[in-house]
C-alpha cells in the first residue's frame, strides 16, 4: 500500500483489511465469550438455587451484558491502532454472600 493511501485511511479513520479483520475477529470473540458467561452463571445460579441457596440472602446474582459502544486499542508497537467499536460486552455474574472477621480490624465484613 503506498503512503498516500495509508494517509488517507488514517485521516478518515478508515481502516486497513487486517485491521478490520482484527477488529472484525474481536467482536465475534466478545459475543462468543459473552453467551459462555451467560450459559455457564445460569447454570451456577441454577445449582446454587437446587442447593437451597435464596438470592440476596446467600448469594447475588449481579450479571450484566449488552451491546456496547466505545474505542478500543488494538495491536502494539507501530502496528497499534484504535477503533470505535460495538461488541457484547458483560460484567459481575453469581457471587456467594459471606461474612469474613478481619483480625486486623476486629470487626466482620460482607
Do not use: P
Not at 30 to 46: C, G, W, Y
Not at 52 to 80: C, H, M
Amino acid at each position: 500500500m503506498s503512503n498516500q493511501a495509508t494517509q488517507l485511511e488514517l485521516e478518515l479513520g478508515i481502516l486497513t483489511d487486517a485491521q478490520q479483520e482484527r477488529v472484525n475477529s474481536f467482536i465475534k470473540s466478545q459475543q462468543s465469550n459473552v453467551e459462555r458467561i451467560v450459559s455457564v452463571q445460569s447454570k451456577i445460579e441454577a445449582l446454587l438455587v437446587s442447593g437451597g441457596f435464596k438470592a440476596g440472602i446467600d448469594y447475588v446474582n449481579d450479571l450484566k451484558y449488552g451491546i456496547v459502544t466505545e474505542d478500543r486499542e488494538f495491536g502494539y508497537g507501530s502496528e497499534a491502532f484504535t477503533a470505535n467499536v460495538t461488541y457484547m460486552k458483560s460484567s459481575g455474574g453469581c457471587k456467594i454472600i459471606f461474612e469474613r472477621y478481619n483480625k486486623y480490624k476486629n470487626y466482620w465484613k460482607h
